[in-house]
Nanobody
Framework: QVRVVESGGDLVQTGESLRLSCEAS????????MGWYRQAPGEERELVAQ???????DYADFVKGRFIISRVRAKNTMTLQMNDLKPEDTAVYFC?????????WGQGTQGTVSS
């Protein structure tokens, strides 16, 4: 089994930055794609960014040019650097990792951007 835990959520102002981290444990070396979803109040969960084992990155259009996803496979860690934040980025951010046993989800970390 694999477990992923997020950290780094906080309250920031418009235009500021936030860095989220995700740490995997267990049989984390088996993970393929890792990434982030987010869910705002009353909205569906949406994909923010994901990164493959070879470093291919995919971003949602609404974060392109502002967010950067990175991963250190040897440490089973992943980060999401969020820059130029907007109030509409306010959401709970969830880390995920895909394994042969299915997708592992974190509990989420709250990121709030005040106007």
């Amino acid at each position: 089994q694999v477990r992923v835990v997020e950290s780094g959520g906080d309250l920031v102002q418009t235009g500021e930055s936030l860095r989220l981290s995700c740490e995997a444990s267990g049989r984390a070396g088996s993970m393929s794609v890792m990434g982030w979803y987010r869910q705002a109040p009353g909205e569906e969960r949406e994909l923010v960014a994901q990164i493959s084992t070879v470093g291919r990155r995919d971003y949602a259009d609404f974060v392109k040019g502002r967010f950067i996803i990175s991963r250190v496979r040897a440490k089973n860690t992943m980060t999401l650097q969020m820059n130029d934040l907007k109030p509409e980025d306010t959401a709970v951010y969830f880390c995920f990792g895909d394994t042969v046993w299915g997708r592992a989800w974190g509990q989420g970390t709250q990121g709030t951007v005040s106007s």
